[in-house]
């Protein structure tokens, strides 16, 4: 069964944009990780970020901003003032066991294409 | 200090064949994990090694084997390809400290079965 559910498969905005990239996660455990990564046309997968399930708090990192809510079970992403570097397939991720470098369930990825 | 490196980058192999796919982790990780990715689909869990074990497998099948060797790489083999199993291959490398911090992945090997 399909863990982590990302509904939207292409964004395309404008730059200097706002966007936010869904991200919906199933897990029957009380601990888990949810992770972002970015994939750039030259297929490395890139690490953003990575939140414990015990930790709810919003994180922003210059213009990226992460909301995690466990009562939707969501990890949403939002770029703000989006570039076109920001360009890429984002994928969301689940991690449920509880020792470092574990399976990472991906989601299907959103392309976003940020055009000048 | 070298991220994950992994060889080869590309690769052709006609269906039958087998194929032997190559990983060298970050300096100081000791896991190594597998992932094939399809196009337009996110990556898949194909295993996991430390200290020379498979520790976790995802639901591939037994054509699909690995190995890690004393310097902590790891190399990938595929016997009997099939068409289906073109893709992006991915390694990713952890570190020791068990606490989960961020698996660092290289640039991937991709794999053309014709």
């Known amino acids: 069964a399909q863990k982590v559910t990302q509904a939207q498969t292409e964004i395309s905005v404008v730059e200097k944009e706002d966007v936010t990239l869904d991200c919906v996660y199933e897990?029957?455990?009380?601990?888990?990780?949810l992770f972002w990564y970015k994939q750039p046309p030259s297929g490395e997968l890139v690490f953003l970020i990575r939140?414990?399930?015990?930790?709810?708090q919003n994180e922003i990192s210059g213009r990226y901003s992460w909301n995690f809510q466990k009562s939707t079970s969501s990890f949403n992403f939002t770029i703000t003032a989006s570039q076109v570097v920001d360009s890429a397939v984002y994928f969301c991720?689940?991690?449920?066991?509880?020792?470092?470098?574990?399976?990472?369930?991906f989601g299907k990825g959103t392309s976003l294409l940020v055009t000048p | 200090d070298a991220g994950v490196t992994q060889s080869p980058t590309h690769l052709i192999k006609t269906r039958g064949q087998q194929v032997t796919l190559r990983c060298s982790p970050k300096?100081?990780?000791?896991?190594v994990s597998w992932y094939q990715q399809a196009l337009g689909q996110g990556p898949q869990f194909i295993f996991q090694?430390?200290?020379?074990?498979?520790?976790q497998r995802g639901n591939f099948p037994d054509r699909f084997s690995g190995h890690q060797f004393p310097n902590y790489s790891s190399e990938l083999n595929v016997n009997a390809l099939l068409l289906g199993d073109s893709a992006l291959y991915l390694c990713?490398?952890?570190?020791?400290?068990?606490?989960?911090?961020?698996?660092?992945f290289g640039q991937g090997t991709r794999l053309t079965v014709v």
């Open positions: 300096s100081g990780h000791d896991t």
């Open positions: 990713a490398s952890s570190p020791p400290d068990r606490q989960n911090t961020e698996a660092f």
């Open positions: 939140r414990n399930s015990f930790d709810e």
């Open positions: 991720a689940l991690s449920e066991a509880p020792n470092s470098g574990y399976a990472l369930n």
């Open positions: 090694y430390y200290e020379e074990e498979e520790r």
């Open positions: 897990t029957r455990d009380t601990t888990y990780y």
